[in-house]
């Protein structure tokens, strides 16, 4: 079996993001490993003490893995959404509100020719989301 799953990285946020999401979106915080934790402790060189070397969670039936980046070289994503396919649209619409407060709202969260509800956003955290909530298209 192959899967292609997100890496997400943070400017030493990554622990604070995923309590956020899993407050709001509903994740399930697998597994988060600090710098700290690992052998590699003695060797690296974070940019804050507590970052996270690696973590995953789950949103619905999919995986997200992140990190913070390592030693201060965070840089910004572009060109790349996570999408969230959701046939709720109430509660589509409550997460992309969640996703957009302190962030940046890319595209209202609205009806559109194809779902009964869609908007992008920028999250307080400098992820890049698509909310879409169709209630014909399964997840």
């Given at each position: ?32 490993m600090g710098y700290e ?103």
């Open positions: 079996m192959m899967r292609a799953v997100p890496y997400l990285t943070f400017n030493s946020q990554c622990r604070e993001a995923f309590a956020y999401y899993e407050k709001h979106l509903g994740a399930e915080i697998l597994s988060i934790d690992t052998p590699m402790a003695q060797e690296a060189t974070p940019a804050n003490p507590n970052d996270v070397m690696h973590a995953a969670m789950k949103i619905g039936s999919s995986t997200i893995l992140a990190s913070d980046a390592f030693n201060g070289g965070y840089v910004a994503p572009a060109g790349v959404f996570v999408a969230i396919q959701i046939a709720d649209k109430v509660e589509g619409e409550r997460m992309f509100n969640a996703l957009a407060e302190g962030g940046e709202v890319i595209m209202p969260f609205e009806k559109t020719f194809w779902a009964e509800g869609f908007g992008m956003a920028c999250d307080k955290f400098g992820v890049r989301w698509m909310v879409n909530c169709d209630p014909s298209v399964e997840a």
